[in-house]
C-alpha cells in the first residue's frame, strides 16, 4: 500500500523555512483536521485490540496508544529501501535513505553521479508542520546513500521526516528525540532487538515491532549475515558468503528490500550496535577464522563501509586507519544514560582456538573484547552519569554461561579478567542493566560479582534478547540450554524456542520488561504475545520473574 499525500510537501518552495504567524495558524488548523485522514490507510490498527500492542493483561504498566500512521509502505521511483533514523537525541537525530531503482545490482539502476536529494522534517505525518528541511548529495561513491544529521530540534519530540528525488518521494517516516540531559522523566519505553537472518525467518516480527508504542529501539547486532545460500532457507539469500564491497552492499539492500523492517525503521529511532555477522562470523578485531589476516583486513573494511553506508549511525564513514566509531553514549534525562559497546572492533583473537571448550588463556591478563579506550570511556561514562539507571548495550553475552567444564570463548567466559574488572566497576554504580543480542534466546541473568562465591552478591542484571528471526537452539541444545536456567544460580529464567523482541518500561523505580513473540518467522504473517515477563526493581541488581517464560 502506498502513502499518497494530498500533496507533496516536499514540492513546494521556496526550500527556506518560513516561521510566522500565518503559518503557525494554518499548522494548527490542519493538525486538527489531518490526521485523521491517515487512518483509513492503517489496516493493521483494526487487526489490535482495543488496548494498544500490549494488552491490559500484559505486565507492563500502561497500554500503548495507537499509531497515526502505517509507515509500512515504500516510496516511489528510486526509494526501494524505505527510510531510517537513529542515534536520537535531546536536539538532533540522523535521518538514512537510499537512492536505489533496483537495489540488488551493483550501482543500484542510478545515474553514476552524485545526485541532490531534498529532505523534509515535520511535526505532523502530513508534513505540514515544517521544522526543517535541506539538501543533501547523495555520493555515487557511498552508493548513493543519504545521510543527514538534523539538528536544532526540541527534546522529547516527536517528528515525521521524508526525501524527494527529481518528481519520487520517499514513504514518511517517524522518530522522535530524547530527552533533555538532566531534565526530569517520568518513564520511558523502548524495544530491545538483535540477529535477523533472512534466511532463517520472515520478519514477522519486525511488523509488530512497528506497531509498538516505544521511544526508539535498541538493536544489538547481525543485521545482516554474511553467509551463502542455505540449503535449508525459508527464503534464500542472493549470493555465495560475502567479500566485495558489493556484495556486502546487495546484501545490505536484499535485507532492506522486506516491508516489515522498512516498517520497524520507519516507525522508531534505532540505537544500533554490530556483532560478527556484519562481517564474518565470530571474527575478533582483525583476525578472522579462516581468512588470512591481509585479505581479511580488506574484506573487514567493505564491510565497515556498507555498515556505515545503510545504518543511521552518528558517525564519520569509515576509514583503514581510524575504523569506524560505534561505541557511544546517550542521555535520556534524568532517567537513563545508555552505553553501547563495541565488541567486535577492538576484540583481541579468540582463546582456545575459538572452540567451545576451556583453557588456561581464558584468564589471561592480555586479552580484551572492547579495549582499552573503550574500556576506559565506558568506565568514565558510567561513573560520569547522575541518571538513575545505566544501559549498557552489548554485542555477547557477559553472565557466566559454562555448558558444564566447556565455555563459549567468543562470549565474555572468554575474556575473564576483563569482564572481572567490568562487574568491579559495575559494583561501584547501582542499577547497571547490560542487554545483550547474539544467541538467539531470551537468557535473563543476574550478574555476580564473582560466580565462584555466591555470596559475594550480585553487580547487576543482564538481559539478553532473543533474535528477530535467526533460528535458535536445536532440539538438544534447547533442552540444555533450559536446564541451564536451573543448574546456574545466576540465570533466572531462559526461552530458547521464541523468536522476537523485548519491549522495556522503565521508571525511576523499576524496570519491566516484556518478551514479544511471535507465532511464527516461517510464513508472512503472524500474532504476536507476550511469553515472558520481568521486573527489576532500583536498588535491587536483582531480576523478579513475573511470567515464567
Ligand atoms: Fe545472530
Ligand atoms: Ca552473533
Known amino acids: 500500500m502506498g502513502i499518497a499525500p494530498p500533496r507533496s510537501p516536499l514540492a513546494s518552495s521556496p526550500m527556506k523555512k518560513r516561521p510566522g504567524p500565518p503559518h503557525k495558524l494554518r499548522r494548527r488548523e490542519l493538525l486538527k483536521l489531518l490526521p485523521l485522514a491517515f487512518l483509513p490507510a492503517c489496516a ?13 493483561a500484559d505486565p507492563l504498566s500502561h497500554a500503548a496508544p495507537a499509531l497515526e500512521a502505517p509507515f509500512a509502505s515504500t516510496g516511489t521511483g528510486p526509494f526501494t529501501l524505505g527510510v531510517a533514523s537513529g542515534d536520537p537525541r535531546d536536539d538532533r537525530v540522523m535521518l538514512w535513505t537510499r537512492l536505489a531503482a533496483d537495489p540488488m545490482v551493483a550501482g543500484g539502476e542510478m545515474p553514476a553521479t552524485d545526485l541532490e536529494v531534498e529532505w523534509i522534517l515535520a511535526t505532523d505525518p502530513e508534513l505540514s508542520s515544517v521544522v526543517r528541511r535541506g539538501k543533501k548529495v547523495a555520493m555515487a561513491s557511498q552508493a548513493h546513500v543519504v545521510r543527514v544529521d538534523v539538528d536544532g530540534l526540541s527534546p522529547s519530540t516527536t517528528y515525521y521526516y521524508a526525501f524527494r528525488y527529481a518528481t519520487s518521494q520517499s514513504t514518511v517516516g517517524r522518530t522522535r528525540t530524547l530527552p533533555a540531559r538532566g531534565d526530569h522523566v ?6 530491545v532487538a538483535s540477529c535477523q537472518n533472512w534466511q532463517e525467518g520472515r520478519y514477522t516480527a519486525h511488523r509488530h515491532l512497528a506497531e509498538e508504542d516505544v521511544d526508539f529501539v535498541l538493536f ?12 535449508d532457507a525459508i527464503r534464500p539469500h542472493e549470493s555465495d558468503e560475502l567479500e566485495t ?3 556486502y ?8 528490500t522486506d516491508p516489515n523492517l522498512q516498517a520497524a525503521h ?23 577464522i579462516d581468512k588470512s589476516a591481509g585479505d581479511f583486513l580488506t574484506r573487514r573494511a567493505s564491510a565497515y563501509e556498507a555498515y556505515w553506508e545503510n545504518l543511521p549511525l552518528r558517525a564519520e564513514a569509515p576509514t583503514a586507519e581510524r575504523g569506524l566509531q560505534v561505541y557511544r553514549d546517550f542521555s535520556v534525562g534524568d532517567l537513563a544514560h545508555i552505553a553501547m559497546l563495541d565488541g567486535r572492533q577492538f576484540k583481541s583473537k579468540l582463546v582456545c582456538d575459538g572452540a567451545i571448550r576451556s583453557c588456561d588463556d581464558r584468564l589471561s591478563p592480555q586479552t580484551s573484547m572492547l579495549g582499552a579506550g573503550q574500556e576506559k570511556w565506558l568506565a568514565e561514562t558510567l561513573r560520569a552519569s547522575r541518571a538513575s539507571w545505566k544501559l549498557v548495550g552489548n554485542n555477547v553475552m557477559m553472565a557466566p554461561f559454562p555448558f558444564g567444564a566447556m565455555t563459549n570463548n567468543d562470549q565474555w567466559d572468554g575474556f575473564v579478567v576483563e569482564r572481572q ?26 550478574l555476580p560479582l564473582d560466580p565462584a562465591k555466591p555470596d559475594a552478591g550480585n553487580v547487576g542484571v543482564e538481559i539478553v534478547t532473543t533474535a528477530l528471526s535467526s533460528r535458535g537452539a536445536n532440539h538438544g541444545l534447547l533442552e540444555l540450554l533450559s536446564r541451564a536456567a536451573t ?44 511469553t515472558g515477563a520481568w521486573r527489576v526493581a532500583r536498588g535491587s541488581r536483582h531480576v523478579d520473574v513475573l511470567q515464567r517464560s
Open 44 to 56: 493493521r490498527s483494526t487487526e489490535r485490540d482495543g488496548q494498544g500492542p500490549i494488552s491490559a
Open 186 to 191: 517520568a518513564a520511558i519505553r523502548f524495544a
Open 220 to 231: 544489538l547486532g547481525d543485521y545482516i549475515y554474511e553467509e551463502g545460500i542455505a540449503k
Open 245 to 247: 564491497l558489493d556484495d
Open 249 to 256: 552492499r546487495r546484501r545490505y539492500a536484499l535485507y532492506k
Open 266 to 288: 520507519a516507525a522508531h529511532p534505532w540505537i544500533a550496535i554490530w556483532d560478527d555477522h556484519e562481517v564474518a562470523q565470530n571474527y575478533a578485531g582483525t583476525f578472522a
Open 421 to 446: 574488572r567490568l562487574l568491579s566497576l559495575f559494583r561501584e554504580i547501582p542499577d547497571v542493566v547490560v542487554f545483550t543480542g547474539d544467541v538467539h534466546a531470551t537468557v535473563i541473568s543476574e
Open 487 to 530: 543448574v546456574l544460580p545466576q540465570v533466572k529464567d531462559i526461552n530458547a524456542k521464541d523468536r522476537g523482541y523485548l519491549v522495556c518500561e522503565l521508571t525511576h523505580d523499576e524496570l519491566r520488561i516484556a518478551l514479544r513473540a511471535v507465532s511464527t518467522v516461517e510464513a508472512e504473517e503472524a500474532t504476536v504475545r507476550t
